[in-house]
């Protein structure tokens, strides 16, 4: 091991952010690693650069904060994916198909971020058809998405600026949807702080959807849970119904992948 020390340099960095409760100084990483503060933050000038970091804060070195970046976020999703994920996820979308398929045609997705957007990992439908773009392996812009959005939500400010750093990073399908940071920020502040993200046309016009975001063991949101529906077959009384059913999902699977909800959400 002491024949590759940047290697375990980079690993020590990745494992004192991931277990720390939020950003904290590169002095303080420094020390922990036992290494010159200017060996540091060479390392963590190189780790930025892949997207493994990120700075939270900018200022003196030594004051500087740092945090996980979207590649560290990715690296994890992806351990969940390997198959925990979508083996514990089907019987659950199963399940919640079954319980609200008396309602209207829909359908439920899993979903799970890949860079900017929204992979769909899973799907399943009621017995009366729904025609959606959303099938299994398709990607779209997760800032349209209520799948992307209620996962966005619950990353960092730095994160989301990584994501999608100027305008073109915005996709327009319907003419819907955030077209910058700024809207975006705001909608992912108020979806965070509801529990649930939720989109009208900005995917498919005439088309709406809710989704919850799930877990690990971190606290940190690994995929999301998702209905879709046609605008003219749910009123509001349905709507309650299928968020009430979407949120229990999530949860569920949370608890099944041993995750764990962020604090400020509740159980």
């Known amino acids: 091991m002491t024949q590759v020390p940047a290697a375990n340099r980079t690993l020590g960095v990745l494992l004192i952010l991931a277990r720390s409760a939020g950003p904290i100084p590169a002095a303080t990483i420094a020390r922990e690693l036992e290494i010159p503060k ?12 892949k997207g493994f970091v990120t700075p939270i804060s900018q200022g003196q070195k030594d004051n500087s904060l740092w945090g996980l970046g979207v590649s560290a976020f990715e690296v994890g999703s992806a351990y969940v994916r390997h198959e925990p994920l979508e083996s514990r996820a089907r019987p659950i979308l199963v399940a919640l198909i079954n319980q609200v398929a008396t309602i209207a045609p829909l359908a439920a997705h899993l979903g799970i971020l890949r860079g900017s957007d929204t992979y769909y990992l899973l799907k399943e439908s009621t017995g009366r058809p729904i025609t959606v773009v959303s099938e299994i392996g398709v990607r779209l812009p997760a800032s349209l998405t209520s799948s992307g959005r209620a996962m966005l939500s619950h990353l960092s400010a730095a994160q989301i600026r990584a994501l999608f750093p100027n305008s073109h990073a915005f996709v327009d399908r319907t003419g819907k949807g955030p077209k910058n940071l700024a809207r975006l920020k705001e909608i992912l502040a108020k979806e965070r702080a509801q529990g649930y993200a939720s989109e009208s046309g900005s995917v498919t016009l005439e088309h709406s959807s809710v989704a919850v975001a799930v877990f690990d063991h971190l606290g940190e949101p690994v995929a999301a849970i998702n209905i879709v529906y046609r605008d003219s077959t749910i009123n509001r009384s349905d709507q309650q119904v299928l968020l009430a059913a979407v949120k229990d999902s999530a949860r569920e699977l ?3 992948l041993g995750g764990r909800l962020p604090s400020g959400i509740k159980d």
């Open 38 to 49: 200017s060996s540091l933050y060479h390392l963590l000038a190189a780790m930025q650069s």
């Open 254 to 256: 949370t608890r099944r």
